[in-house]
C-alpha cells in the first residue's frame, strides 16, 4: 500500500474544508471498501480524513413520522433500529441481506452509498477500465458480463451499483443530506448516483469535498407492509444479481400506493416509477404485477451473458407484490 497520511475529523466544516483542499484527500468511514481499493491499487488517497467520531452517529425520530440517520451510523445498529423494523422493514431486510456480520458492524450508512461498483474488471488493475482510467475502454463488454447491467447502461460502461441499502432508500424516496464547502444541500437518494453516460468515472451528483452528514426518511405509512428481496450466486457474501424493494397499499384488493427499486439491473438503484404507475388503481392480482414488470422493463438491453436477468427481475417483482398484497403480509 501507498503511505498515506490519517486524520481524524474534529468537527464537520473542517472535515469538509480539509478534503476539499486537497484533491488526493478522502473521508474515512468503516473503511470497508475504501482500504481493500487502496490495497488494491484502485485508490491512492494519500490523506485520509476519519470521519466516523463526529456526531453523525444517532437516528432521531422526526415530528412528521420520519427518521433521520446520522451518516456514521453502522450497518448494523440501522437494521437494529426499533423505529426502522416497525416502520421501513425494507431497510433492515436489505441491510441484513448486504455484506456479513463484521463488514455490518463496520460499514457507515455514508460509505455504504458511496461504496463503488464490484465490476471485476474494475478491481483488477492489469485490465481496460473507463471507470479506473476513462479512455482506456470497457473489459466486461467483451468478457464476463452476468452481472452487468441491463438497464441505463452506455457503450463506455455496463457496471452495476453495489448497494443494497440504497435501492431500499431509492424505493422509499429518502434524502441525503450532504455538507460542501458552499453549504449544505439535499438530494434525492434517487439521484445521487450516476447512469455512466459518456462519463463513468463519476458515480454520483457529488463534488469532491462534499460530505454526507445524514439520511433522512419521509415519513410513509404502506411502508410499514415492505419487502426485500434479493437473488445472489450465494447465500451469504455475495453482492445481488437482482433485488426489487417494494412496499404496497392494497384496499378493498386495489393498489392505492406502490414503491418498488431494482437492484443489480442498472449504474445505480433503478427506481421503478413506469412500474409503479401501471398499478396504482389496478386490481391486486398476479397479472396486473406482471404487466407492471413488463412495464419497467420494456427498454432492458441486456448483455448475452445477463438476459436471464429479466425473467428473475419479473418473477422476483410479482412474488414480492403477491406477498405484500396477501392478508399475512409483514
Ligand atoms: C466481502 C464483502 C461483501 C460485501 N457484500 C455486500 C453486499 O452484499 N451488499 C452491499 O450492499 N454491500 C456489500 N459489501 C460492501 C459493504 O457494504 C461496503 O464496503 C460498506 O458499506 C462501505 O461502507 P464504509 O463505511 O466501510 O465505507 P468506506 O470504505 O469507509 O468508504 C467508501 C467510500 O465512501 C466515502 N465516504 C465514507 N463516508 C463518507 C461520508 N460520510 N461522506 C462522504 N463520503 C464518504 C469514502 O471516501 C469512500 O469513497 C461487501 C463488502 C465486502 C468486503
Ligand atoms: S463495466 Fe464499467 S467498471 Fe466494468 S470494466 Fe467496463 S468501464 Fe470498467
Redesign the pocket.
Known amino acids: 500500500m501507498i503511505p498515506f497520511e490519517y486524520k481524524q475529523a474534529e468537527d464537520e466544516h473542517t472535515a469538509v474544508a480539509t478534503v476539499t483542499g486537497n484533491s488526493r484527500a478522502?473521508?474515512?468511514?468503516?473503511?470497508?471498501?475504501?482500504?481493500?481499493?487502496m490495497k488494491l491499487g484502485i485508490?491512492a488517497?494519500e490523506l485520509?480524513v476519519d470521519?466516523?467520531r463526529l456526531p453523525?452517529d444517532r437516528i432521531e425520530c422526526l415530528p412528521d413520522g420520519g427518521l433521520r440517520v446520522g451518516?456514521?451510523v453502522?450497518?448494523s445498529d440501522l437494521a437494529a433500529d426499533s423505529a426502522v423494523r416497525e416502520r421501513y422493514p425494507v431497510l433492515t431486510q436489505?441491510?441484513l441481506?448486504?455484506?456479513?456480520g463484521q463488514?455490518?458492524n463496520?460499514?457507515?450508512?455514508?460509505?455504504?452509498?458511496?461504496?463503488?461498483t464490484?465490476c471485476v474488471y474494475f478491481q483488477d488493475t492489469t485490465t481496460p477500465c473507463n471507470k479506473r482510467e476513462p479512455g482506456q475502454g470497457c473489459s466486461a463488454l467483451e468478457g464476463h458480463t452476468r452481472y452487468h447491467a441491463v438497464l441505463g447502461a452506455s457503450k463506455h460502461c455496463v457496471a452495476v451499483h453495489?448497494?443494497?441499502?440504497?435501492v431500499a432508500l431509492a424505493a422509499l424516496d429518502a434524502l441525503v443530506h450532504?455538507q460542501g464547502p458552499d453549504g449544505g444541500r439535499a438530494i434525492p437518494a434517487t439521484e445521487l448516483h450516476r447512469l455512466p453516460g459518456e462519463h463513468p468515472e463519476w458515480d454520483t451528483v457529488?463534488r469532491h469535498g462534499?460530505?454526507?452528514?445524514a439520511v433522512e426518511l419521509p415519513p410513509l405509512p404502506f411502508a410499514t407492509r415492505s419487502r426485500y428481496r434479493?437473488a445472489?450466486d450465494r447465500a451469504?457474501?455475495?453482492?445481488?444479481l437482482v433485488s426489487v424493494a417494494a412496499a404496497l397499499d392494497v384496499t378493498d384488493g386495489i393498489v392505492r400506493g406502490a414503491r418498488i427499486a431494482f437492484g443489480g439491473l442498472a449504474h445505480k438503484p433503478w427506481r421503478a416509477r413506469l412500474a409503479e404507475q401501471a398499478l396504482l388503481g389496478r386490481p391486486a392480482t398476479d397479472d396486473e404485477f406482471r404487466a407492471s414488470a413488463e412495464a419497467e422493463l420494456a427498454d432492458a438491453q441486456p448483455l448475452p451473458g445477463n438476459e436471464f436477468k429479466l425473467p428473475m427481475a419479473r418473477n422476483m417483482l410479482v412474488a414480492t407484490l403477491r406477498e405484500l398484497s396477501g392478508d399475512d403480509a409483514p
Do not use: C, Y
Open positions: 478522502a473521508f474515512l468511514g468503516g473503511g470497508t471498501n475504501l482500504v481493500d481499493h485508490a488517497p485520509l470521519v466516523t453523525l451518516a456514521a453502522r450497518n436489505a441491510l441481506a448486504g455484506a456479513s463488514l455490518r463496520l460499514a457507515t450508512t455514508g460509505g455504504n452509498l458511496l461504496q463503488r464490484r453495489p448497494s443494497d441499502m440504497a450532504v457529488l462534499e460530505l454526507i452528514t434479493k445472489r451469504s457474501f455475495a453482492f445481488a
